[in-house]
């Protein structure tokens, strides 16, 4: 549903649309014969302001397609509601690092002859109400793979990035029977066999609450005799219409995205077989440009073979230092440009930018100002906010609102800012700029995660939650530290205190006081982050272990 392809184009909204745009420029790097199909998304997900009270005032997101996409002629139509809607694709392309070209294709609907309504279907990313998304998922699914078709693919595998597209399946199932003819009255005993051998399942959610449904009216309303019901149920959940089972169920390898996240989708899809894929991020466009100087001096092929970074433990300590400050540098600057606040170069600086939810617990940091302000005891900490929460995620909006109040409370004892309108130009800024990445979700919440990987590339210390990739990816007191947690009503609180005595004990006076250690710890994280949490290491397994199954 989402792909960061380059931030002039707004067809993202977080770490799923990163993770897709990272995974097609690998594929690109790789060589690997591959096709993306997204939405145009022309409004965007969100371009976020900050009203006078701290408040998220949301304003449409504007970007032409002309700029950076090349119409194509084709078009297929898909059949919502009784109206013929007509889906166009755009074509932009990825060009890998030795000039190999991979096509992203973007579906819309804003065409002539297709109604108002239908028209709208390709502007908001996630917007609308359910009706509406369940439109979206059916041009993002059925008119993907006719547009597919009608441009002449010939498709090994389809590979299913959460349950957004899980509706191609039912095209597919249209063809079975066709293939199964020929071979007459043969009938296989899994009908569903053959559709198992070409779809691939990724899942991205760690909660049965988080997995999208339907329930079945809507989607007779909609797709009237698409699909025989008895059949879909068998498929997609008797009650309601399950997008995650529907792919899962039609899928001959399904994964999660780091080893925790599969454990957890195992108990909740217990007669599934769910492997593990643990995300990465694509080196080249996270890696600040600093950094990337000093490894293709220091440690060529880095960018071909990124297993090499292993040999950043050898790296001068002062050089890697001077990069990290020079991306420092950069990132204060920009910082006084939009917002007017002047952070200290030399003052221990955190990181806290994502998606805002509550899961997340952006506010974690802040549960007692007095701990915090006194932890650093005289030293300067800072804090670099930013997050857009989705429009109807009341909790998240209001997440927002309390951290301008609390950078208010704060003003003279605390330097805290938070960015406007976070997207992929800031999150480069700041994930090489600050010193320590902090996350802090309540387990096992965040499936993955990506940024505390961007971060620990550009030599930042992870101090986070063991969850998602941190689960796998932290070495405590070597690449980084944990962040102890609590379940239980209490949890907040005792996390929040775990996190203060983490940062007055360890994280303040290793920075301050121990700058060798540091240092060498920098160069840990990047070692660590840099030759296993790249979205080459997970294409090639994707390539070996799913595609080929
Ligand atoms: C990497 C990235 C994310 C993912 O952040 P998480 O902390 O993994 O949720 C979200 N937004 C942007 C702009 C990113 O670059």
New binding site residues.
């Given amino acids: 549903m989402e792909l960061a392809v380059r931030p002039e184009m707004h067809t993202y909204c977080?770490?799923l649309g990163?993770l897709a745009g990272d995974t097609a420029r690998e594929c690109a790097d790789l060589e690997l014969p591959v096709v993306f199909v997204t939405m145009v998304s022309r409004l965007g997900y969100l371009r976020q302001e900050i009203g006078p009270n701290g408040e998220q005032v949301e304003r449409p997101d504007r970007w032409d397609p002309r700029s950076w996409c090349q119409p194509l002629p084709t078009r297929v139509v898909v059949e919502i509601e009784g109206s013929s809607v007509k889906v166009r694709p755009w074509l932009t392309v990825l060009t890998g690092s030795t000039g190999f070209r991979i096509p992203v294709v973007l579906l819309d609907t804003d065409v002539d002859g297709n109604s108002a309504g239908d028209r709208t279907l390709t502007d908001t990313l996630y917007g609308g109400d359910l009706t509406y998304q369940l439109k979206t998922e059916i041009v993002l699914g059925l008119g993907g793979l006719r547009v597919l078709r009608a441009l002449g693919f010939d498709l090994h595998t389809y590979h299913l990035n959460e349950g957004h597209a899980a509706l191609l399946t039912l095209d597919l199932l249209k063809d079975a029977p066709r293939r199964d003819g020929k071979a007459a009255a043969r009938r296989p005993s899994d009908p569903w066999q053959e559709i198992r051998r070409r779809c691939v399942f990724t899942t991205h959610t760690p909660v049965k609450a988080g997995l999208h449904e339907y329930g079945y009216a809507l989607f007779e309303r909609l797709l009237p005799g698409e699909i025989d019901l008895t059949e879909l149920k068998k498929l997609a959940g008797k009650a309601r219409l399950n997008m995650t089972l529907l792919g899962m169920n039609l899928s001959g390898y399904i994964n999660g995205v780091s080893r925790q996240h599969a454990d957890t989708a195992r108990r909740m899809f217990p007669r599934h077989r769910i492997h593990a894929v643990t995300n990465g991020v694509h080196l080249p466009t996270w890696t600040h440009p600093a950094f990337a100087q000093l490894f293709d001096r220091q440690i060529p092929r880095w960018r071909e073979e990124p297993e090499v970074l292993l040999r950043s433990l050898q790296l001068p300590q002062s050089q890697v230092w001077d990069c990290h400050q020079a991306a420092k540098r950069e990132l204060l600057e920009r910082i006084r440009q939009a917002s007017k606040v002047s952070l200290e170069p030399d003052a221990l600086t955190l990181g806290f930018t994502?998606?805002i939810v509550p899961y997340k617990r952006p506010l974690l940091l802040f549960q007692d100002l007095d701990r915090l302000v006194g932890l650093a005891s005289g030293r300067r900490l800072q804090v670099v906010l930013a997050g857009k929460a989705h429009p109807r995620d009341t909790a998240g909006r209001q997440d927002i609102q309390r951290l301008h109040e609390l950078i208010r409370e704060l003003d003279g004892r605390l330097s805290c800012v938070f960015l406007a309108n976070?997207?992929?130009e800031w999150?480069k800024a700041i994930v090489a700029g600050c010193d320590v990445w902090l996350?802090t979700p309540i387990p096992p919440m965040e499936a993955s995660?990506?940024?505390?990987i961007?971060a620990a590339l550009n030599g930042q210390l992870n101090l986070s939650i063991l969850d998602g990739w941190w689960a796998e990816g932290c070495v405590e007191d070597v690449n980084g530290w944990s962040i102890p947690h609590t379940d239980g009503a209490d949890t907040d609180r005792r996390d929040a205190a775990a996190l203060y005595d983490r940062l007055e004990h360890v994280v303040v006076p290793c920075f301050y006081n121990e700058t060798e250690r540091w240092r060498s710890m920098m160069k840990q994280a990047i070692a660590h982050a840099g030759s296993y949490f790249s979205t080459q290491r997970m294409v090639r397994q994707y390539a070996t272990e799913a595609y080929a199954h």
Wanted: charged letters at 25%.
């Fill in positions: 977080g770490g990163l994502r998606r976070y997207d992929m999150a996350n995660g990506t940024s505390g961007k």
